[in-house]
């Protein structure tokens, strides 16, 4: 048994070249097609700083985003941008802890029990301590189990849906209810809201700005991580704090990013022939792990099906599939100690190219069992 050590992904396409593989990395939500070029490439204009709020056209193209998406209101006054999601997510603790009403007495930040490492590493990087939010038989978040002593003390909780790794959608409107119930703002991470498999998709926004804040992103709907633009909107007020602290720390995303995201914002169908190609290979995923042996259902969002791995091993699994199959995969505890005993599978790749590794690590799991 293995169980305690977790595999780096570095390790793991190391292990897979080692034993004579084109590594197939499925460890990554990045889907395997070109970044979206946009109809009227951005011109260069003159020499100056980008504004770090965000281009006007950028602002607008979120805001018109998010009423055709959601069929919520946002005014432009209620947006910015950031450097990708990721950037925002480590770094918003930060700055909240410094111009939050009673940070002095709210020292913990709520992170979901599995989650992106980024949500623990910002409360960590600001002095806060994080505090993993319980959660039920499916993953879903329980904020009704939560010590309220603990819940005294929380400057903000993150929120994640659909939800990375799980693939569950969180009941959002709830938890922007205890959020405002408690003076507790609530982050919601909808990078993946353009990939809602059951139902419509949903953002924290649809029950009113206040006291919430809903980040969205260019690197899952348009397949466009290279570029390194997202957004934050919800409540006016905590926005125009974030801006001017982030202007402050100099945090802008470039200049022709903006250009160009303010276009891929604006556009719909690029984003909706990458949602067809998302769904499908969700799908033919599923097929095939359940095809060789590997039980899973699938996932209500999210480009990666959550698999409960054989013996309750994850390490020995990731390491297998690199050795044997040339998979590279996500092991479930990188997200979060509830994770040990499964691995996140990302569906980014055709069906041509996973089902014929999957049928060599169907059958390494045969002759050890």
């Known amino acids: 048994m ?6 780096g992904r570095a390790q793991l396409l190391a292990l897979a070249i080692e034993h004579g593989h084109v590594p197939l990395d499925l460890s990554l939500g990045i889907a395997a097609d070109p970044e979206p070029v946009p109809a009227d490439e951005p011109r260069a204009g003159t020499a100056q700083y980008p504004p770090s709020r965000g281009r006007a056209e950028l602002l607008a193209a979120v805001s018109g985003y998010l009423a055709r998406r959601f069929d919520v ?24 802890r410094d111009s939050r009403v009673g940070a002095d007495t709210r020292d913990t930040v709520l992170i979901p029990a599995l989650g992106y490492p980024p949500y623990e590493l910002g409360a960590r990087l600001a002095g806060l301590r994080p505090y993993r939010v319980p959660v039920d038989a499916e993953f879903r978040m329980r904020l009704d189990r939560l010590p309220e002593d603990v819940a005294a003390r929380a400057l903000c909780l993150w929120v994640n849906s659909p939800a990375n790794p799980t693939g569950v959608l969180e009941p959002l409107t709830r938890c922007a209810e205890w959020g405002r119930e408690r003076g507790v703002l609530v982050l919601s991470d909808e990078a993946y809201a353009d990939t809602t498999w059951s139902g419509p998709p949903r953002t924290i926004l649809a029950g009113g700005p206040d006291g919430v804040l809903a980040v969205h992103s260019l690197s899952k709907r348009s397949n466009a991580p290279g570029l390194r633009v997202a957004s934050y909107s919800g409540d006016r007020r905590v926005v125009e704090e974030l801006a001017d602290r982030r202007r402050a720390a100099g945090l802008m995303a470039a200049d022709s990013a903006q250009a160009r995201a303010a276009l891929l914002f604006g556009d719909d169908r690029h984003a909706a022939a990458q949602q067809v190609r998302n769904r499908r290979r969700v799908a033919e995923l599923v097929a095939e792990l359940n095809a060789n042996g590997l039980p899973c259902t699938a ?16 390490a020995a699994f990731v390491r297998d599939a690199a050795i044997h199959a040339g998979i590279v995969l996500a092991q479930g505890d990188s997200y979060g100690p509830a994770g040990h005993a499964h691995v ?9 190219e996973v089902a014929p590794r999957l049928a060599l690590l169907s059958e390494q799991l045969v002759r050890v069992s």
């Open 2 to 7: 293995t169980v305690g050590r977790v595999w």
């Open 73 to 96: 209101s946002v005014p432009v006054d209620s947006v910015a941008v950031c450097v990708g999601a990721k950037e925002f997510i480590a770094s918003a603790p930060l700055f909240l």
């Open 299 to 314: 996932p209500e969002g999210g480009l990666f099906v959550w698999l409960r791995v054989p013996d309750r091993d994850a």
């Open 344 to 352: 996140r599978i990302a569906a980014v790749r055709d069906r041509a």
